[in-house]
């Protein structure tokens, strides 16, 4: 059975995979607010959260008859295992600053901007263009950006800023993975990925004297979150990629902050005006209309 009938005759496998996506990114906004109140400085949770997903990965690696051969050719893995641990370390801090600060929903819709950086990042340096549709999605998104971004308060405008930096800097990371790993293993980069994070974060709390060991109750909820937005997520969705055509695994952003803004509203009672809902559903819509006619999907690596 080649590729193709695999998609054909399994569509219902590719869309759980789809949804169990979308359900554990959301979880790990939801678990990475409630650390919000743990007084732990970012870049210690952000070190604890992606240890945890490695921990989860390297426990089931034995069982990962695909990644256990990608063992053979770990050296090519040199250079993407440098980019995604140094970009992800900045994004992820940056990420849960901007979670900590205007909560999951905003910070879920402004992440969505990383589709069109993505797709800016490919017009400059590799020299593609736009069609007339990809204008109209990269118009919805600036415009229902804007709503979302603006805020008067100055702590709101930080906590924007930190969630388009992250949003950015995962793009860019995507744009490298295209540039330099397309003939990788993704699961294996995304695991590299928590072991270099990791790393780096910790020579970082190391020399700046910034590491606090936290409660076993804030490891546990750290590493669950980590497990599962790190490395559940991405593992539901590059099955998914496989089951599916690329073009309908975007049915995976809408779905995300659909299930982000149940969870914040159920566990933290917090949920966005009228006005910046609005402004969420036209970056998600723009974002549709860029991946749909672009006929290829920018982002693999993600959070």
Known sequence: MDRTDKKEKLPLK????????????????????????SNLHPE?????????????ALILFPFLRS??????RIREYQAIFIWSSVITSAGAAMWMVALWTIGPALTSFLMKAQTLFALLLGVIFLGERLNRWES??????????????????????F?????????FLYSFLSFMVKKTAQDLNMLMVATLRTLGVSIVLFIYLI?????E????????????????????A??????????????????VMPMESIFVLIFAHVLFDDLPSVTKLLGGASIIAGVIFLVIFRGQKNDILGK
């Open 14 to 37: 590719g869309y759980l995979f789809l949804i169990a996506t979308a359900f554990f990114t959301a979880l790990s906004y939801a678990i990475g607010k409630g650390l919000e109140r």
């Open 44 to 56: 210690t949770s952000t070190f604890f959260w992606f240890f945890g997903a490695f921990v989860v």
């Open 67 to 72: 990644q256990r051969k990608e063992l053979g």
């Open 136 to 157: 109209i999605g990269i118009a919805m998104t600036v415009v229902g950006g804007s709503v979302v971004a603006y805020q008067k308060e100055d702590y709101l405008i």
């Open 159 to 167: 906590g924007t800023a930190m969630a388009l930096g992250a949003a």
């Open 207 to 211: 020399l700046t004297g910034t590491f």
């Open 213 to 232: 060991p936290p409660s076993l109750k804030q490891a546990i909820m750290m590493a669950c979150g980590g497990a599962c937005g790190a490395y559940i």
């Open 234 to 251: 991405k593992g539901s969705q590059f099955h998914a990629i496989k089951l599916l055509d690329i073009s309908r695994t975007t049915a």
